[in-house]
């Protein structure tokens, strides 16, 4: 298969692909990929349309026998990437049942401990980044806690902390001990979740808010206000006020704003004078700790923001704070509703919103923001559940590239011996993904859940595709470059193991259908499976290296298809 590692995509403007022209090398396979690619920026959108009334309780989709294709659409949204064995899983179990075991499953070895157990707390790494990617590429390709990875992802792509930064030494292990943070309360109440991170070190030094201090009348300082607006605008109640069902209050035809600038300052005063809680740098182990008070940074006096006032400073002011942000009406649709957005579609119909912030707002049995409730609200609800959503032209979103990656990783057995999961830093858009989890260059991640391409169809329809905000013409060449390369050679000794499709490889047909099942969730339409299939038989089986070269070919175009890069 090393023809397809020695090629690369090039744009070819205009270019058509040819089912029936024979293509008899990877080349010329690769300069059809970016076309194919391009010609996605036609889909992603919202769910098919439900008539529960907004509020109700979720309603769970019946299927008496799942099939193989709907499993693998389940994981799709509820892993890091199918694999045979996981569909298998599924269609026996039952999407609740499995639900039940993933939350039942330990959490794996944190990225804390096996950063240890692998060395890097030696003082060469201090004032470095390395360990970390190794860490997440694993736990993301090969843990088999994939519901808590996956939804773990999400949620840093809404509390967004990136490692480049976090401006402390021992980056890995603060950016690391944030990602454990979120993995360990991926299944337990956002509440919880908001107090963690807001004691985190690594969110600390992201939002500059460690070293804190309360006004100063002689100078004219004022309290840093980084934390306090993020944390009202991104991670819970945004910018404007909001229906149960996610959309939008207005006012003589304006939208309401949720806080104004007054709410930030305030909200800013009770943030003041959280600090490491060691002074030592040579080991990482501050890091892991949480944030304690300094009393002399920390304001005393009352703050009064979206209603609501504190007072008395200390630990005890931030935690009344939080509460005051967890009981906003706002949090419980602005949460569900890019929780949706991550998970199962960029345009959830403000139905699907509605009864997942219902569940948000009370899980039955009077609890706010149980994130198994909600998970199990997002992934059974029936616009998640129901194959309507396949014909629907507004449902789905667009694959980010990550979990491309992923996908292919998991569906092929990707393992990495040394331990080095050698993926590293994959966000060059020019020559990897474009985008690599903990590397977000803002707080605003890689990509916004408002983003909308403009001047598109979708822009008119009133749609939005968060993810298009980072593709372009050469992120699309560079993605299609970096997956031949790694399908041909892996990188370092992380590599797939083909064996399964090898026995498959002389017969296009059921070759591309089992591709088609566990990457693409069985969602490659007719015309695209017959241009793979055309593909694939253009190499002979009894070539050298033949079946070898078939396998990856059915595997590069079914990533480079439009098909598999919107899922619906």
Sequence with gaps: MSDIGDQR???QEDAVPDASAPISTTAKLAALVPTMALAACGG???GAAATTPSGASPP?????????????????QATMGATRATIDTVVARGFEKWLDDQFALPRAISHWEWLNANGYADAQYMFRTLGFEPTVWRQLIVEPDQLRQRVAMALLDIMVVGIGSVNVS?????????????????????????????????MGSFLTFVGNRKANPKTGSQPDENYARELMQLFTIGVQQLNMDGTVKTANGAALETYGQSDVSQLARVFTGLTFATTDKTVPDRYRQPL????????????SFLGGS???????????????IFAHPNLPPFVSKQLIQRLVTSNPTPAYVGRVAAIFADNGSGVRGDMKAVIRAILLDSEARSDAALTSTTAGKLREPVMRLTGWARAFGVTSPSGAWAFDDASSPTYRLGQSKGRAPSVFNFYRPGYTPPNTAMAKAGLVSPEFQIVNEQTVVAYINYMQSLIANGSGDARADYTAMLALADNATTLVDEVNLILAAGQLGPATLAAIRTAV???????????????GIAILLTLAAPDFLTLK
């Design 9 to 11: 995509a090039t744009v």
């Design 44 to 46: 992603g959108g919202d």
């Design 60 to 76: 769970v989709a019946v299927v008496q026998t799942i099939t193989p294709t709907q499993a693998s659409r389940f994981l799709a």
């Design 170 to 202: 021992w980056r890995q292990y603060a950016t690391a001990a944030y990602v454990d943070l979120l993995l360990d309360n991926a299944f337990g109440n956002y509440r919880t979740l908001l107090e963690a991170i807001t004691y985190n070190a690594a």
């Design 292 to 303: 304690v008070m300094n009393a002399a940074y920390n304001e005393t006096g009352a703050s």
């Design 310 to 324: 504190v007072s008395g400073g200390g630990t005890a002011a931030i935690k009344s704070a939080l509460d005051i």
């Design 537 to 551: 038989d253009s190499v002979s089986p009894t070539a050298s290296n033949g079946p070898l070269s078939r396998v």
